[in-house]
């Protein structure tokens, strides 16, 4: 698998289809106020091959479409929210309870969440980290919900991309889109670490710092989503074709 050809072609199909394109950008930012359902739908067409980046159109199939990708990530999830609710469900009932005798009881050894299913709900976090990319670009080009749950073929797949391929993808691009944001974010937080020791700040002018980055951070949503998504389907198209 060539890396930089898939970064370099995940680049410029976001650079082509974003970040030139000021019309479809603003309307991805207004997809993403919109709980992030149409974002999901944009998200489908670019799983489904479309190239040039499409446009940002038929706002009811980007819903429909945005929230079915939704309930098959969310259906992802139970696992790792059951063994949650069993591992921290009573402590958290307790705390969220506000009475002394409660917390006081929250600290006890009794309420020791049990290692072993932590580490289990890491390990299925692990496991669906690896599966849920390609069961998501699976349900966009076969629009079926049992292939986005069919894991022997899902495995089949990957397989054909090659383990360390993928897996090397995936931490590429992790560290591609993490490290901007940790940039930015620790830039944040030392701007406004220096500035409230320098200048006496009001509350007003620190919810309008928080304010700020937020919307930095959604201004630059459209580019980290357009550009992992390219980059995953260049890496799902990467396996031999299925006959």
Not at 60 to 74: A, E, P, R, S, Y
Not at 78 to 107: E, R
Not at 116 to 123: E, P, Q, T
Not at 206 to 226: D, E, K, R
Request: net charge neutral.
């Amino acid at each position: 698998m060539d890396f930089g050809t898939i970064l370099d072609d995940a680049l410029a199909y976001t650079k082509q289809g974003v970040f030139e394109n000021t019309n479809r950008w603003l309307k991805l930012i207004i997809a993403i106020l919109c709980h992030g359902i149409p974002t999901n739908g944009y998200v489908m067409r670019i799983y489904r091959g479309e190239h040039p980046a499409p446009e940002v159109d038929n706002w009811g199939t980007l819903f429909v479409d945005g929230l079915k990708l939704m309930i098959v990530g969310l259906i992802y999830t139970i696992p790792v929210f059951l063994i949650w609710t069993i591992a921290y469900g009573s402590l958290f009932l307790a705390l969220l309870s506000g009475s002394a005798d409660h917390m006081n009881s929250a600290m006890m050894p009794g309420w020791t969440p049990n290692i072993g299913l932590v580490l289990l709900m890491y390990l299925i976090e692990i496991v669906l980290g690896l599966i849920v990319p390609v069961a998501l670009i699976r349900f966009a080009r076969t629009n079926s919900f049992s292939e986005a749950f069919n894991v022997g073929v899902i495995l089949y797949y990957i397989g054909k991309i090659g383990w360390i391929n993928y897996i090397i993808a995936l931490i590429l691009v992790a560290l591609v889109i993490g490290i901007p944001i940790a940039i930015l974010v620790l830039g944040f937080i030392l701007l406004g670490g220096i500035t409230m020791f320098m200048f006496k700040v009001s509350t007003i002018a620190i919810l309008g710092f928080i304010c700020a980055f937020v919307l930095i951070i959604l201004i630059l949503s459209p580019l980290f989503t357009v550009f992992q998504t390219r980059y995953m389907t260049r890496v799902y198209d990467s396996a031999v074709p299925e006959g």
